[in-house]
Nanobody, 121 residues
Framework: QVHVAESGGDSVQEGGSLRLSCVAS????????MSWYRQVPGQEREFVSE???????RYADSVMGRFTISRNAGETTVYLQMNNVTPEDTAMYYC???????????????WGQGTQVTVSS
């Protein structure tokens, strides 16, 4: 089974910065898309950012210009740099790994257990 582990969540003041990390026990020779989602209790989980196998990033409108996603394929790690955070960014942040299948790599989707980010005003 594949293990996905997020870290870096913390309490931070409005306007501050935080960097989240996600490490996955995956084969770097296979192809993966990596994404960040967030969820507030009682609400639906929402998309935050994604970076595909060609290192093309995509962002939700709510974080555009403030958050930056990046990945280190050799270390099977994805990062989310969060700048100028607001209280609306408070949520549990989840990492999602989607592996594209081919003749030697199985396809799967795996979620981490989340890391909490709390922004105070």
């Amino acid at each position: 089974q594949v293990h996905v582990a997020e870290s870096g969540g913390d309490s931070v003041q409005e306007g501050g910065s935080l960097r989240l990390s996600c490490v996955a026990s995956i084969d770097p020779r296979c192809l993966q898309d990596m994404s960040w989602y967030r969820q507030v209790p009682g609400q639906e989980r929402e998309f935050v950012s994604e970076i595909d196998n060609f290192l093309r990033p995509r962002y939700a409108d709510s974080v555009m210009g403030r958050f930056t996603i990046s990945r280190n394929a050799g270390e099977t790690t994805v990062y989310l740099q969060m700048n100028n955070v607001t209280p609306e960014d408070t949520a549990m942040y989840y990492c999602k790994i989607h592996q594209l299948g081919d003749y030697r790599c199985p396809t799967f989707t795996q979620w981490g257990q989340g890391t909490q980010v709390t922004v105070s005003s």
